[in-house]
Nanobody, 126 residues
Framework: QVELVESGGGFVQAGGSLRLSCAASGVTFSQFGMAWFRQAAGKEREFVAGIRRNAEMSRYADSVKGRFTISRDSAKKTVYLQMNSLNPEDTATYYC???????????????????WGQGTQVTVSS
């Protein structure tokens, strides 16, 4: 049974940093592509960052490029999202997602991911 568990959300002031973690279980991690999406109140869920099984291949939303970094630790079966220079527009529930057979052109596509975590809240105050 595949399970994705996020952690690391919280409350931070504008300009601050947070690191989100997503621990995967029940997966062959070396074959598993992963991503972070977020959903702000009253808005649709949107892509934030994704990383293929090959950790060298990642993609970012334009809104977070240069501020957020996605990475993965195979030994821990965990993917991270380092978020720097946070601003109030980053306030949202952040979801971890995963899929086997993820191709680079689909990294930003929500429907490409079969498995989802429960979400972790990030709140950035001005």
């Amino acid at each position: 049974q595949v399970e994705l568990v996020e952690s690391g959300g919280g409350f931070v002031q504008a300009g601050g940093s947070l690191r989100l973690s997503c621990a995967a279980s029940g997966v062959t991690f070396s074959q598993f592509g992963m991503a972070w999406f977020r959903q702000a109140a009253g808005k649709e869920r949107e892509f934030v960052a994704g990383i293929r099984r090959n950790a060298e291949m990642s993609r970012y939303a334009d809104s977070v490029k240069g501020r957020f970094t996605i990475s993965r630790d195979s030994a821990k079966k965990t993917v991270y999202l380092q978020m720097n220079s946070l601003n109030p527009e980053d306030t949202a529930t952040y979801y971890c997602a995963g899929a086997y057979g993820l191709i680079l052109s689909s990294v930003r596509t929500e429907t490409a991911y079969r498995y989802w975590g429960q979400g972790t809240q990030v709140t950035v105050s001005s």
